[in-house]
Every structure is written in C-alpha cells, then in structure tokens.
Nanobody
Framework: QVQLVESGGGLVQAGGSLRLSCAAS????????MGWFRQAPGKEREVVAV????????YYADSVKGRFTISRDNAKNTGYLQMNSLKPEDTAVYYC???????????????WGQGTQVTVSS
C-alpha cells in the first residue's frame, strides 16, 4: 500500500484560498489513481476530485467545479488540491486517497491519509 500524509489545511475566510498537499511513500505513487474526498460533521464522505495516473483525466464534483484544481507530480510522489473562492460549505476534513485508476467510489481507494481540517469562516 501507499502511505499518504496530507498538509495545508487551516482556517480561512470565505473567498480565500488554500492548497492541500498529499505526500506519498511506499509503493509507486504513479501507478495509482488519486482522489480528494471530504467529510463534514454529520455527513457522509464525498468525492471532491479525482485524477488518473498520468494526470490527463480529471473529475470534479459539481460543487467545486471551477474553484478547485487537482494535480499530481509523480516525480515528487505528491498530489495537490488548489482550492480558490472558498465557501463556508467547503468546511470539512479533507482526505487524499489512492487506488483504482479514475474512479469516484471511495470503496475503490485502498490507501487513505489521516485527513486535514479545512474551516471556512463567513
């Protein structure tokens, strides 16, 4: 499995930006699809964005389309989520995960980070 560590979360005002990073170690990061998910209190975990192994195919949830950008640098074994124009409803714990290539179902991802808190104040 791949070991994943997220960083970059924090408290930001509405309209602000944050960049999350996901550092991978262990097995070959480039061999796995990668996704970002989030879970708000009292809600189920939901997909935010997914990127395929080569970075050529990307999926965004409708709620973040046009505001968030997922990317990966396989040479650095790191994935990213650039979040702009943040809204209070983006408040959640954000997780990166690796697994099957270019899928959105969380059950298809076998490795998960510990999560990083993102809080957007109004």
């Amino acid at each position: 499995q791949v070991q994943l560590v997220e960083s970059g979360g924090g408290l930001v005002q509405a309209g602000g930006s944050l960049r999350l990073s996901c550092a991978a170690s262990g097995r070959t990061f480039s061999a796995y699809g990668m996704g970002w998910f989030r879970q708000a209190p009292g809600k189920e975990r939901e997909v935010v964005a997914v990127i395929n192994t080569g970075g050529t195919s990307i999926y965004y949830a409708d709620s973040v389309k046009g505001r968030f950008t997922i990317s990966r640098d396989n040479a650095k074994n790191t994935g990213y989520l650039q979040m702009n124009s943040l809204k209070p409803e983006d408040t959640a714990v954000y997780y990166c995960a690796t697994g099957r290539d270019y899928v959105t179902d969380p059950s298809m991802f076998s490795s998960w980070g510990q999560g990083t808190q993102v809080t957007v104040s109004s």
